[in-house]
């Protein structure tokens, strides 16, 4: 029974995208040789709708498993420190138990930052999501009995809180809900790239991301900010 309900918080944690295992050896990477700036600049607003275009596909990816379409839309660099094939494993299996299904797999955008631009033409911007997943059990001997469920449920709980977790003895479902957030990145002369946003990954972000956005994680920059650092720094070179 552990095993099974460590199977699911493995399959949890895949479809969130916090999984670390199977991680490189962490060298650190000297990325600064791009990193020319760490001050954003304004971007024109007609970027945001493509991004958006972009970030619909990428749920769309992850909803239904696309392996290779998810691997392709990973930033990149994340593969640094993480092997790309694992990953693809770990993606794939997901797909073929023979114990449980996922039946959806739903998602709403709850913010969208602004898209900071650097002058080495680096773009990037934080989103944030809830997700909710619809487990069904297929094994009938999985969780078959009112210690196994409520075990099972316990376990869920600690990791992903009372509030995020359903059960439905009866028709044998398991819902979960969860706050999410990416990373969307775009270097020069390449599309949009997504990476997961948590505590886990950003143990490794130093290790392969620019550093212009690692000085621009979380910062409350809004439009009218950006506007004002433009000013000011064409106030400056008028005084230059």
């Known amino acids: 029974m552990i095993r099974h309900i460590q199977y699911l918080i493995l399959i949890f944690v895949l479809l969130f995208l916090v999984s670390c295992n199977g991680s490189k050896q962490a ?7 791009n990193n020319i700036t760490t001050s954003p600049i304004e971007i024109e607003n007609q970027s945001q709708p493509t991004i958006k275009n972009m970030l619909d596909s990428y749920l769309n990816k992850l ?3 696309d392996t290779d379409a998810i691997v392709d839309m990973t930033y990149p660099k994340l593969f640094y420190v993480i092997d790309p094939e694992l990953y693809r494993q770990y993606i794939a299996s997901m797909m073929n138990s023979s114990d449980i299904i996922m039946t ?3 998602t709403n955008v709850t913010k969208f930052s602004p898209v900071l631009r650097f002058s080495n033409e680096t773009e990037f911007a934080q989103v944030n999501y809830t997700s909710k997943v619809n487990i069904q059990f ?3 001997n999985l969780y078959d009995t009112e210690e196994k469920i409520n075990f ?3 376990a869920l709980i600690h990791k992903y809180g009372q509030e995020n ?3 439905d003895v009866k ?7 969860k706050a999410e957030k990416l ?3 775009k270097e020069k002369d390449t599309e949009w790239k997504f990476l997961g946003d948590n505590s886990k990954y950003r143990q490794l972000y130093p290790n392969f991301l620019p550093r212009e956005i690692l000085n621009n994680l979380d910062k409350e920059i809004t439009v009218e900010t950006q506007k004002s650092q433009k000013l000011e720094r064409r106030d400056t070179n008028e005084t230059i």
Do not use: M
Not at 27 to 33: A, F, G, M, N, T
Not at 171 to 176: D, F, G, V, W, Y
């Open 138 to 140: 297929l094994n009938n």
């Open 104 to 106: 959806s797999y739903e």
């Open 63 to 65: 909803a239904t498993f």
């Open 165 to 167: 977790i359903n059960i």
């Open 183 to 185: 990373i969307i990145i």
């Open 152 to 154: 099972l449920y316990d």
């Open 171 to 177: 028709k044998r479902t398991l819902a979960i809900k």
């Open 27 to 33: 060298v650190k990477e000297e990325v600064q040789e």
